[in-house]
Structures are given as C-alpha cells and as structure tokens.
C-alpha cells in the first residue's frame, strides 16, 4: 500500500510534487508522483499547444491512467490556474 509517511520518508522524484496538496493526491489516490509528474507535465504541455485550454477527455486520452485519478489531476491543475476548461 502506498502511504504518505512512506512517499515524504522517501522524497519525491521532484521539488515540483512538494506541494500539500500534491502530496494529498499522491497519497490518497494512490498515484505515484512519477506518474503524476509525467500526467501533469502531458496534460500542461497539450493545453500550451491548444492556446492554453484542455478538455477533461483529451486529458484521459493523454494520460492513460483511471479516469478518476485523471480527474483529480486535472481538477488540480485547473485549480491552480495552469489548464483552463474548454
């Protein structure tokens, strides 16, 4: 089982995850934050090519992972303003 204590005695592929939120996501849903990082750096990428907004589907096509963990990652990023909605 992935836990959180486990992923902050290890430490994060980046500095980028370092965020509580991030770490919240990781932890909770069970992602593992070199899979997050590789999602998260996709979906911002493909959002810069489409003028800066990115569909939720586009975003599952994309990642390749459960769509309810593409959806958090994706509700996060808009969250934090780096994807906007179409």
């Known amino acids: 089982m992935y836990c959180l204590t486990c992923f902050i ?3 994060p ?3 980028e ?3 509580n939120r991030s770490i ?3 932890s909770v849903h069970r992602i593992l934050p070199d899979v ?3 999602c998260k750096g996709v ?3 493909e959002s810069r090519k489409c003028g800066g907004k ?3 589907m586009d975003a599952r096509k994309l990642c390749r992972i459960d769509v309810n963990k593409t959806r958090k ?3 996060h990023l808009v969250s934090k303003e780096l994807v906007q909605q179409r």
Do not use: E, K, V
Request: net charge positive; aromatic share 8%; with cysteine.
């Open 43 to 45: 979906m911002i990428a």
């Open 36 to 38: 997050y990082l590789h």
């Open 54 to 56: 990115l569909r939720l």
């Open 13 to 15: 592929a980046s500095p």
């Open 73 to 75: 990652i994706y509700n």
């Open 17 to 19: 995850i370092r965020t």
């Open 24 to 26: 919240h996501i990781c």
């Open 9 to 11: 005695r290890s430490g």
